[in-house]
């Protein structure tokens, strides 16, 4: 198994096999991260080394922004000792390291010491399909694990997609929005962005729907300057559309519009009954936003 120690002082990352001791150079880039296997583990996330020192700890080894996929390593805690003396190699720029270093090159530090994530290892499927939430409880990011791997060091790789609604949801062009939609539209959209990836897969459906109602019925009520559509459901809207456009137009619109406003009632209990549907998934959330980064983009009231 391989070690990774973050030392106390000044946060320079060693490594080793058995003990951590040899100065990782470059300085790779570590960050605290945890496990969510449900909504309220972000009401947890990491406050930092010094007063959250236990929480896992991911070691990037490599990142594509295009793909948004990010490859890295998976440690935890080695005991329950936040911090422990080692014996590492001198820093070759720390004038302080030289100055109490032994006659081998090698100085004693107070590092935290972590092993490979054998945690991860013991969940069903080695986490795959579970989200994995990097960085702190000030600002993190949330990443699915595709792929766990086990490398001949024993250390624990795993694959991620990025979790993020950017990208996903272009921005808004509020220069083509109508000014009198700015409100609306902004505070829908905003509602949305701030669930995705984030809040349960009902949720996400809940909001991407309101966002794609209030969209429809501002779009329309521009296109028409009939007010009543601005008070219009969903289902209303997308009947609207094809009233006004026809039959054989704006039908992938009405399309998106429509797989959006199907997928809402999987988030109530009595119309699942009713209609022997299966609950809201995390793939289903997906497709919500997909359909309605879609409208956006095909409406042209983004960037």
Same mark, same amino acid.
């Given at each position: 198994?391989?070690?990774?120690?973050?030392?106390? /002082?000044?946060?320079? =990352? &060693?490594?080793?096999?058995?003990?951590?001791?040899?100065?990782?150079?470059? %300085?790779?880039?570590?960050? /605290?991260?945890?496990?969510?296997?449900?909504?309220?583990?972000?009401?947890?996330?990491?406050?930092?080394?010094?007063?959250?020192?236990?929480?896992? =700890?991911?070691?990037?080894?490599?990142?594509?922004?295009?793909?948004?996929?990010?490859?890295?390593?998976?440690? /935890?805690?080695?005991?329950?000792?936040?911090? !422990?003396?080692?014996?590492?190699?001198? *820093?070759?720029?720390?004038?302080?390291?030289?100055?109490?270093?032994?006659?081998?090159? $090698?100085?004693?530090?107070?590092?935290?010491?972590?092993?490979?994530?054998?945690?991860?290892?013991?969940?069903? !499927?080695?986490?795959?399909?579970?989200?994995?939430?990097?960085?702190?409880?000030?600002? &993190?990011?949330?990443?699915?694990?595709?792929? %766990?791997?086990?490398?001949?060091?024993?250390?624990?790789?795993?694959?991620?997609?990025?979790?993020?609604?950017?990208?996903?949801?272009?921005?808004?062009?509020?220069?083509?929005?109508?000014?009198?939609? *700015?409100?609306?539209?902004? !505070?829908? &959209? %905003?509602?949305?962005?701030?669930?995705?990836?984030?809040?349960?897969?009902?949720?996400?459906?809940?909001?991407?729907?309101?966002?794609?109602?209030?969209?429809?019925? $501002?779009?329309?009520?521009?296109?028409?300057?009939?007010?009543?559509?601005? !008070?219009?459901?969903?289902?209303?809207?997308?009947?609207?559309?094809?009233? *006004?456009?026809?039959?054989?137009?704006?039908?992938?619109?009405?399309?998106?519009?429509?797989?959006?406003?199907?997928?809402?009632?999987?988030?109530?209990?009595?119309?699942?009954?009713? &209609?022997?549907?299966?609950?809201?998934?995390?793939?289903?959330?997906?497709?919500?936003? *997909?359909? %309605?980064?879609?409208?956006?983009?095909?409406?042209?009231?983004?960037?």
């Amino acid at each position: 198994m391989s070690r990774l120690g973050i030392e106390r /002082q000044n946060g320079f =990352i &060693y490594e080793g096999k058995e003990n951590p001791s040899r100065l990782a150079v470059p %300085t790779p880039m570590v960050s /605290q991260c945890k496990l969510i296997e449900s909504t309220s583990d972000l009401a947890s996330m990491p406050r930092g080394m010094d007063s959250d020192p236990f929480h896992w =700890i991911f070691r990037e080894e490599s990142f594509d922004p295009v793909s948004r996929v990010r490859r890295g390593r998976l440690f /935890q805690t080695s005991s329950n000792i936040s911090w !422990e003396w080692v014996t590492v190699d001198a *820093h070759p720029f720390s004038s302080s390291d030289f100055g109490q270093g032994r006659s081998d090159g $090698r100085v004693r530090k107070e590092l935290s010491v972590f092993i490979h994530c054998t945690a991860l290892l013991n969940r069903p !499927e080695r986490g795959e399909g579970l989200q994995l939430a990097i960085g702190g409880v000030g600002a &993190y990011s949330l990443w699915r694990i595709l792929q %766990t791997e086990l490398t001949v060091n024993q250390d624990v790789l795993v694959t991620l997609r990025a979790e993020s609604a950017f990208g996903v949801l272009p921005s808004l062009d509020l220069s083509v929005i109508p000014e009198y939609s *700015h409100k609306a539209v902004s !505070e829908a &959209y %905003t509602r949305v962005m701030n669930v995705a990836y984030r809040d349960s897969p009902t949720s996400v459906v809940d909001q991407c729907r309101n966002l794609c109602a209030v969209v429809g019925a $501002r779009w329309l009520f521009h296109l028409t300057g009939n007010k009543k559509s601005l !008070e219009d459901d969903l289902g209303v809207c997308i009947t609207a559309v094809r009233d *006004h456009f026809g039959e054989k137009n704006q039908r992938l619109v009405r399309a998106a519009l429509e797989a959006v406003n199907l997928l809402h009632p999987r988030g109530k209990e009595n119309e699942r009954q009713r &209609y022997q549907l299966r609950e809201v998934s995390n793939e289903d959330a997906e497709l919500a936003l *997909h359909a %309605t980064g879609f409208v956006l983009r095909e409406i042209g009231w983004c960037l």
